[in-house]
C-alpha cells in the first residue's frame, strides 16, 4: 500500500509560480513511477507530468512542456511539481499518482494510488 497526501495548491495570478509536493508512506516509494495529473470542472483528469522510479526519465503533457517541472527524493519520500509561468488554464485539482513497477505512465487507469488533490487556481 502507498499512501499518498498533496500540498502546496493555492490561488496565484497569471505568470506566477507554484511547487507542489506529494508525500508518501510505505517503504516501497523509492520502486514506485509517480506521476501528476489534473482535472478542471466539467473535464476529464488530464496527465501533466510523471517520472521513473530513478528521477532520471521524465514525460510531461503538451500543455505544460517547458514550464512544469516534476522532480523526486527518493530519501524523503516526495516528488515535487514545480510550475512556472502559470496561466488561468491551468487551474485544476491537481493529484498525484503512483504505480509499481519501470518506466512511467500517462494515463489516469495504469495508476493504483491516489492523493485526494490539492487545488489550484490561476487567476488573469
Known amino acids: 500500500q502507498v499512501q499518498l497526501v498533496e500540498s502546496g495548491g493555492g490561488l496565484v495570478q497569471a505568470g506566477g509560480s507554484l511547487r507542489l509536493s506529494c508525500a508518501a508512506s510505505g517503504r516501497t516509494f523509492s520502486s514506485n513511477a509517480m506521476g501528476w495529473l489534473r482535472q478542471a470542472p466539467g473535464k476529464e483528469r488530464e496527465f501533466v507530468a510523471a517520472?521513473?522510479?530513478?528521477?532520471?526519465?521524465?514525460a510531461y503533457g503538451d500543455s505544460v512542456k517547458g514550464r512544469f517541472t516534476i522532480s523526486r527524493d527518493n530519501a524523503k519520500n516526495t516528488v515535487y511539481l514545480q510550475m512556472n509561468s502559470l496561466k488561468p488554464d491551468d487551474t485544476a485539482v491537481y493529484y498525484c499518482?503512483?504505480?509499481?513497477?519501470?518506466?512511467?505512465?500517462?494515463?489516469?487507469?495504469?495508476?493504483?494510488?491516489w492523493g485526494r488533490g490539492t487545488q489550484v487556481t490561476v487567476s488573469s
Open positions: 499518482a503512483a504505480k509499481g513497477g519501470g518506466g512511467y505512465y500517462f494515463a489516469a487507469y495504469e495508476y493504483n494510488y
Open positions: 517520472i521513473d522510479w530513478s528521477g532520471i526519465s521524465t
